[in-house]
């Protein structure tokens, strides 16, 4: 189908762009001297991960038991589940890893590690185990001076568990916005996480694997060495918050909302389209940025940003699109923008909005368009 | 499978809260002497719209043309789909008619009526199209007043199709938060659709129907006069901004994120979840209101509120639980709430949060749960 006979809202990936993402992240890895493991969470898309391993990915990153299982199911073997596993889950990963994937765990406790050993000595299994390593302070991990990292070692060694390396995810990169807090950050992620297997090493533990990364460090760092690899999700069709913190343009963002024009409030400068939040998802990142695009930036058809245009407010399936103040339409709404226009709008965050729809729209530069499926739940 | 059993995050449905939100909307209805006609957007799921049913609703609302296509292949043929119709979209509209379902279309503009008419001349059929009135400002819809109203329907009825009634939304009831507020803008809602559907009679349209409704509303209406229908959507499960609204309380809430405790950070105070915005959303309806919940309130298995903590944060798949200001847990926090620990989220807003997985788990009061799937996409 053509883009123009897609009915409304759709998720259009614009493949060019997602291509030209894709070689611009592996070229800069490769110049680095690292390998690079993308996390599938922002896609959960074959057609995509398939894309990103072409073009030299080594492995995946995932989020969920589901995105390991359905990748694995694929033939993809070589995965890291980066979020420190609940015990509960640990049949099910053990699951996948007697089918013969390659799944790496990964705890940022005692109280985790001591699970894993136990689940893993009860059943006379093993798991590689990696630690998470917090290098600053955002979420999860064990800074790598801490105690309890070389605790966590000696736990998953003497309950028979392979310690596989240390990741961190410096993902407070998203609160910042120029090159140089970027570049700084990057050094940060890099030498804590090299530290911390450096003490891991040191205590007699094996540390091979030495992983970084969020879309905006694995842009600036300026160096990598000790790291093994980097991971990175939403570069592949980045997004307005990765706009304003300054590693894309407009141009390069290759995820966008196809919508219908549905209605009008002229008194309010106000056009309604069929693309409320249930389609951009509740996303507000931009928010809190220097630059807030409400909802989404809408573009024409072709793909040009509509200036001085926002999504500003979003029901549950209807949108509504304002003028930046100071531009009234009024009674030329209807005719600027009549019932039954066609737009793009791009998205805040690209995980958020991907993953309101079961499938994507690729779209190639002649306008033909193809279903890509995208999975959803855990 | 017992609700200790499940994996998470899971959304579970508290069946015997949300049979008695039930009876209590459609109590009220029947005491009012109206219809009753649930907007089913919240729940996309079978099981609950049949229990609707059951209870005395007469007929449903959806807000996209898929849940109209799900639910007439279940059996349902008394459907409003209560968007403005996009012109691209009246071909699959007419697919749905043609095979048998009494669909009503709505428009709230000149644009948009002549579409349908149009479209229903050239075809040599027709539908059934309700006028969408503003009563509130909010979004949608033409004001009771305005000369567009009769305009609408006389183009209507000129294309040969059926003006079967008028339908207003008073959705800036979500922003209300005392019963006489409420019970104000139900007054005033109800008598600007009664008012819009007098000028269209009044100038010779039929107009039947008469349908008001939002949850706040549905439930401050002192009388219903001049009323044929109400609809409502939340009621059904209610949220954490219905309990800031003032129509519910925590108690009544029936939909709620299972998790599972992670990690910690006890520096921070933090206690890692397994529920991160890809299970609660990215809803921040509270965050508006008197009372922020964060992205929810956390309960023990029990459903029993964990007083003084709030899910203070949310990652892709990391939720960040933090205690109330002024109540440090330190280093007591992995004793109190241990890995593996299992607890339950109430959300901010449940259609949001629902629409974030592809099943419900529903549960009954034995701790039994039983799969109740829902539908996703358009």
Same mark, same amino acid.
């Given at each position: 189908m053509k883009l123009d006979e897609l009915d409304t809202p759709a998720a259009l990936i614009d493949v060019p762009r997602m291509n030209r993402n894709i070689e611009r992240m592996q070229a800069r890895m490769n110049a680095l001297g690292v390998r690079f493991r993308p996390h599938v969470k922002t896609t959960k898309c074959l057609e995509v991960v398939r894309a990103q391993l072409a073009a030299g990915a080594t492995g995946i990153t995932v989020s969920t038991l589901k995105e390991a299982e359905v990748f694995f199911a694929a033939g993809i073997t070589d995965i890291l589940y980066a979020v420190s596993i609940a015990p509960s889950k640990l049949p099910r990963a053990m699951a996948l890893r007697q089918q013969g994937c390659d799944l790496k765990l990964v705890v940022d406790s005692v109280g985790a590690a001591g699970e894993v050993a136990k689940f893993c000595t009860e059943l006379g299994e093993t798991f590689e185990v990696w630690i998470e390593v917090d290098t600053d302070g955002h979420r999860s991990g064990i800074a790598p001076e801490q105690d309890a990292l070389l605790e966590i070692g000696r736990i998953l060694h003497d309950g028979g568990v392979r310690p596989g390396g240390v990741m961190t995810h410096a993902g407070s990169s998203y609160e910042l916005h120029t090159p140089e807090a970027l570049a700084a950050l990057a050094g940060q992620e890099r030498s804590g996480c090299v530290r911390a297997a450096q003490r891991l090493r040191d205590a007699g533990f094996p540390c091979e694997a030495v992983s970084v990364g969020s879309t905006p460090t694995a842009l600036s760092a300026g160096k990598l060495d000790g790291v093994t690899e980097v991971r990175a999700g939403v570069y592949v069709f980045f997004d307005l918050v990765m706009h304003n913190v300054g590693?894309? !343009?407009? #141009? #390069?963002? *290759?995820l966008s909302v196809l919508t219908t024009v549905i209605g009008h409030q002229p008194e309010k400068d106000w056009v309604m389209l069929d693309a409320g939040w249930m389609a951009? !998802? &509740?996303? &507000?990142?931009? !928010?809190?940025? *220097?630059?807030d695009f409400g909802y989404g930036l809408p573009c024409t058809l072709d793909g040009t940003p509509l200036t001085g245009w926002v999504l500003s407010s979003a029901n549950q399936e209807h949108g509504i699109l304002s003028p930046a103040p100071g531009t009234r339409q009024g009674q030329h709404l209807a005719a600027h923008l009549p019932i039954g226009t066609k737009l793009r709008i791009l998205p805040n965050h690209a995980c958020a909005t991907g993953a309101q729809f079961p499938e994507y729209r690729a779209l190639y530069a002649d306008g033909e368009t193809t279903v890509w499926s995208r999975f959803h739940g855990w």
């Open positions: 590693v894309c !343009s407009t #141009d #390069d963002i *290759a951009m !998802s &509740r996303d &507000r990142g931009t !928010s809190k940025q *220097a630059l």
